[in-house]
T-cell receptor, first 116, second 111 residues
Framework: DTEVTQTPKHLVMGMTNKKSLKCEQH?????MYWYKQKAKKPPELMFV???????INESVPSRFSPECPNSSLLNLHLHALQPEDSALYLC???????????????FGSGTQLSVL | SQQGEEDPQALSIQEGENATMNCSYK?????LQWYRQNSGRGLVHLIL?????REKHSGRLRVTLDTSKKSSSLLITASRAADTASYFC???????????FGSGTRLLVRP
C-alpha cells in the first residue's frame, strides 16, 4: 500500500465553523507533512511531524492546529478561518530516516477547502 | 525567499516533441527532486538527483544538475498528451525535513 488517503476531498465552511482534515498512511512512514497550495502556485510547507512530534511549524496562524495521534494519522483542525485560507491542503509522508531533502514524499490527493 | 524559480512558467508543445523545463535555486542544496501534479491533484515524485550527480535518467525523463550555477533541468522526451501537468522542482536547504518547491512549469502537450 503506497497510498496517502485524505478526507474529505472537498470542504466548504463558514468563518465561524470548526472542521478537521484527516490524513492516513500505512507505509510505516515516520515523517508527515501538511502543505497549502493556492491555484497556480507551488505547495507551501505548513507543518512537519517526525515520529509523532511536531518538528516544523512554518509560522502558521493558530487558527490551524495540527495533530498527530499516531504514526499513521495526521489531522489538521481548522477554526475561525478567513476567506484567504481557501486553498488545496495536501498531506504527504516520507520514511523519516534522512533529512535535508533526501527522501521522496508521497502525497495524498488533497482537500479543496473553500471558506465563505 | 528560498523558493526556487522555474522557467518557462508555461509550455505548450505537440505530442512527440521534447519538453525542457528549468529550475534555479538560491542556496546550497543536498539533493534535488522533481514532482508532477495533474490538475487539482496530489503531487507524484518523478526523480531525485544528488548534489554529487550531474545527470540522471528514468525512462523518458532526463534530469541534469549544475551546482555551480544552482540550476537543474528536466527533459521529457517524446512527450505524450498524458504528460500534460505541472512540474515542480523541490529541494532541502538545511538539516530538517523541510522541502521547498520551485514555482512550477505548466506543460500542455497537444495531441
Amino acid at each position: 500500500d503506497t497510498e496517502v488517503t485524505q478526507t474529505p476531498k472537498h470542504l466548504v465552511m463558514g468563518m465561524t465553523n470548526k472542521k478537521s482534515l484527516k490524513c492516513e498512511q500505512h507505509m510505516g512512514h515516520r515523517a508527515m507533512y501538511w502543505y497549502k497550495q493556492k491555484a497556480k502556485k507551488p505547495p507551501e510547507l505548513m507543518f512537519v511531524y517526525s515520529y509523532e512530534k511536531l518538528s516544523i511549524n512554518e509560522s502558521v496562524p493558530s487558527r490551524f492546529s495540527p495533530e498527530c495521534p499516531n504514526s499513521s494519522l495526521l489531522n489538521l483542525h481548522l477554526h475561525a478561518l478567513q476567506p484567504e485560507d481557501s486553498a488545496l491542503y495536501l498531506c504527504a509522508s516520507s520514511q523519516g530516516e534522512v533529512t535535508g531533502g533526501s527522501e521522496k514524499l508521497f502525497f495524498g490527493s488533497g482537500t479543496q477547502l473553500s471558506v465563505l | 525567499s528560498q523558493q526556487g524559480e522555474e522557467d518557462p512558467q508555461a509550455l505548450s508543445i505537440q505530442e512527440g516533441e521534447n519538453a525542457t523545463m528549468n529550475c534555479s535555486y538560491k542556496t546550497s542544496i543536498n539533493n534535488l527532486q522533481w514532482y508532477r501534479q495533474n490538475s487539482g491533484r496530489g503531487l507524484v515524485h518523478l526523480i531525485l538527483i544528488r548534489s554529487n550527480e550531474r545527470e540522471k535518467h528514468s525512462g523518458r525523463l532526463r534530469v541534469t544538475l549544475d551546482t555551480s550555477k544552482k540550476s537543474s533541468s528536466l527533459l521529457i522526451t517524446a512527450s505524450r498528451a498524458a504528460d500534460t501537468a505541472s512540474y515542480f522542482c523541490a529541494y532541502g536547504v538545511d538539516s530538517s525535513y523541510k522541502l521547498i518547491f520551485g514555482s512550477g512549469t505548466r506543460l500542455l502537450v497537444r495531441p
